[in-house]
């Protein structure tokens, strides 16, 4: 098992509590350390299975510093980092990480979504995501009208959310309504693992 398998296996049950799930973990060199980030989002295992269109709120900063602090506290007390210093970062996937799980396309819903499949890619207002497949709102052009775009999630390759400076309210997909993207911006809280409070834009220290 890799180092970034046993961190995922180490911080799961620990961040569970919190309601969230870990979506990635990587580990690469960074000078004399090892940077060590850490990709969490909310867990969505208890939503109804009918649920398919309720959008999913974006993880606060609130959260992230919580979850920051759980997984700082976690990998000090285990042993699964050894004795070699590292840094931690800890964030919110951001805007341009690509969709692949069903459960990464489900926390989407009502975002503007890039979809590439097996028969080409649309761009759209994901409305639902089901078990099987998923549901876009392709807005009008000035050449086609709006239409409805029903996708099997087998045949889906990557989903990639779209930066957006106005978006639609929930009953106007078409987008009219001018809104803040509160997905624009990933959240970050950088730690040094040694201590568990240094920033990321602090001078690098002995520790």
Do not use: C, N, W
């Not at 509590?17 to 090892?34: C, H, I, Y």
């Amino acid at each position: 098992m890799s180092t970034a398998q046993e961190i995922r296996a180490t911080l799961e049950p620990v961040l569970a509590p919190l309601g969230l799930v870990v979506e990635d973990v990587s580990v690469s060199p960074a000078g004399k350390r090892r940077l060590v980030r850490v990709l969490v989002d909310s867990d969505i295992s208890g939503l109804d299975v009918a649920d398919t269109t309720s959008p999913v709120p974006p993880l606060s900063l609130d959260a992230v510093a919580d979850a920051t602090r759980a997984v700082s506290d976690e990998l000090d007390a285990s042993d699964v980092m050894g004795q070699s210093p590292y840094v931690l970062e800890v964030s919110s996937p951001g805007v341009g990480r690509p969709l692949a799980s069903r459960d990464q396309l489900r926390r989407q819903v009502g975002r503007l979504v890039e979809i590439v499949h097996q028969s080409g890619t649309d761009t759209g207002r994901l409305t639902e995501v089901g078990s099987d497949t998923l549901e876009l709102h392709v807005a009008a052009t000035k050449k086609t009208p709006a239409r409805h775009v029903t996708l099997d999630l087998d045949g889906v390759q990557r989903g990639t959310v779209q930066v957006e400076f106005k978006r639609a309210d929930a009953g106007d997909p078409d987008g009219d309504d001018a809104h803040d993207d509160p997905h624009a911006d990933a959240h970050e809280d950088t730690r040094d693992g040694t201590d568990g409070l240094e920033q990321a834009a602090a001078p690098e220290g002995d520790h």
